[in-house]
């Protein structure tokens, strides 16, 4: 029997894009799920497309910046499943401009979602998942805790840090049940492009063009980068790479760590230009 057949999983960020396909690839795993999202009308989209696969599924509106609703969320699932053994830390967001451009509160509400979501997740969850023969955390970082293109400050530093924490935290959990994997996807097929906030002193023109061209190389969908997370949590890999550019980009920038953007500037300039 699958180690995924026979668990619960806690997913965030379920109401679209990877978390749901997340939600649906376990549910037909045969796994018991706790889903989360801030948006409800997503969340229950989610629940009717996998209700026909039979899991034990329970939803959960949650707002991960909020320590107070992570840890009633994970009460909650405590309460009604009474065991976790896979927590996917998915949900997300993004911003657009630089950051003489994006405010304070504007960097704080995307580290809040980004970064202090999973630390709200992993520490109300790590509990339930030390209980079982073995758990899984998994935390999804981004190809920008890879590398730090110019005009994603805030959303890059999120997601370095939510590499250097899951890092941290692999080692500090070695020697227990619990597994920890980071993932770094490149270009997926979701809505975060088109969802992100603007900054504060952002001209809008051009906007709408911009991610047009962006996601134009945005070729792995959802269900694919699904797949992949769960078939490297299955292997216990401590870093899941997604799509061909996400190993390219990975290895240029142990090659030239310093001057990875001197290569790569060219064609982001020609992608972001308004």
Not at 18 to 28: E, P
Not at 86 to 93: E, K, P, R, T, Y
Not at 234 to 257: C, F, H, M, T, W
Request: hydrophobic share 40%; charged share 25%; glycine share 8%.
């Amino acid at each position: 029997m699958s180690f995924l057949s026979s668990g619960v999983a806690v997913v965030t960020g379920a109401g679209s894009g990877i978390g749901r396909a997340l939600a649906q690839r376990l549910a037909a795993e045969g796994s018991a799920l706790a889903i989360a999202d801030v948006d409800e009308a997503g969340l229950l989209e989610t629940a009717q497309s996998i209700a026909s696969k039979g899991a034990q599924l329970t939803t959960h509106v949650v707002d991960v910046a909020e320590e107070g609703s992570v840890r009633a969320f994970a009460e909650d699932v405590n309460s009604r499943h009474g065991r976790v053994t896979l927590l996917i830390n998915n949900a997300g967001v993004a911003l657009e401009g630089t950051f003489e451009e994006i405010s304070l509160d504007d960097f704080r509400w995307v580290m809040n979602i980004n970064f202090w979501g999973v630390v709200y997740g992993v520490k109300f969850f790590l509990p339930m998942l030390k209980r079982e023969q073995r758990g899984n955390i998994v935390n999804i970082s981004s190809l920008y805790g890879l590398i730090a293109p110019a005009g994603q400050p805030a959303y890059s530093s999120s997601k370095f840090a939510v590499r250097g924490f899951t890092e941290c935290l692999r080692h500090e959990l070695a020697d227990s049940p619990v597994r920890v994997s980071c993932v770094h996807p490149a270009g997926i097929r979701t809505a975060i492009a088109r969802r992100a906030r603007v900054g504060a002193a952002v001209t809008k023109t051009g906007l709408e063009e911009k991610v047009a061209r962006f996601e134009k190389y945005f070729r792995t969908t959802p269900e694919e980068a699904a797949a992949r997370i769960l078939r490297g949590v299955e292997r216990n890999e401590p870093r899941i790479l997604i799509g061909s550019d996400a190993y390219k980009i990975d290895i240029l920038q142990r090659v030239r760590p310093g001057t990875y953007w001197k290569v790569l500037s060219r064609r982001y300039n020609e992608l972001t230009r308004d």
